[in-house]
C-alpha cells in the first residue's frame, strides 16, 4: 500500500453502530416517535381543514337543510382538535400522557386496589 492510501484510510473514520438488542429498541422507539408525531400532526392538518369546510358549510347553508349537516360542537372539537394536535403531535400527546401518568403515581400507583383485592380473597370472599 502506497502512503497516501494508508493516510487516507487512518483519516476516514468509519460509522460505527451497535447491534444489541438495547440500541435496536431504542432508536426503534426514537423512531416510532418522529412517524408518530408526524402521522398526529398530519391528522390534526386534516381535521383542522374538515372543521373549516364544514364551518363554511354550515354558514352559507339553508335553514330547511340545518338536520343534514354537522353541528357546532363538532366543528368546534374539530378545529381545535385539530389546531392543536397540527401543532403539538407528539409533544402534545406525550404531555398528555404524562399527566395521566403523574395522576396514577398520586393515587398509589395501584398498591391500595391490590391490598384490598388480597384482602377479600383471603377472608374467604365478599360474603
Known amino acids: 500500500m502506497t502512503k497516501i492510501h494508508e493516510a487516507a484510510l487512518e483519516r476516514v473514520a468509519l460509522p460505527t453502530a451497535a447491534w444489541d438488542l ?13 412517524w408518530g408525531g ?3 400532526m398530519l391528522l390534526g392538518a386534516v381535521g383542522l381543514v ?3 369546510v364544514l364551518l363554511i358549510k354550515k354558514l352559507m347553508a339553508t335553514p330547511q337543510s340545518a ?18 394536535l397540527g401543532t403539538g403531535g407528539w409533544s402534545l400527546i406525550n404531555t398528555i400522557g404524562s399527566g395521566g401518568q403523574k395522576t396514577l403515581e398520586d393515587l398509589g400507583g ?3 386496589l391490590v391490598q384490598t383485592v388480597s384482602h377479600v380473597l383471603t377472608s374467604g370472599g365478599l360474603g
Open 22 to 34: 438495547t440500541s435496536f429498541l431504542e432508536n426503534a422507539k426514537s423512531q416510532i416517535q418522529l
Open 38 to 40: 408526524l402521522l398526529l
Open 50 to 52: 374538515w372543521g373549516g
Open 67 to 84: 338536520g343534514q349537516q354537522q353541528g357546532w360542537g363538532t366543528i368546534a372539537l374539530l378545529i381545535l382538535v385539530g389546531g392543536a
Open 110 to 112: 395501584g398498591s391500595v
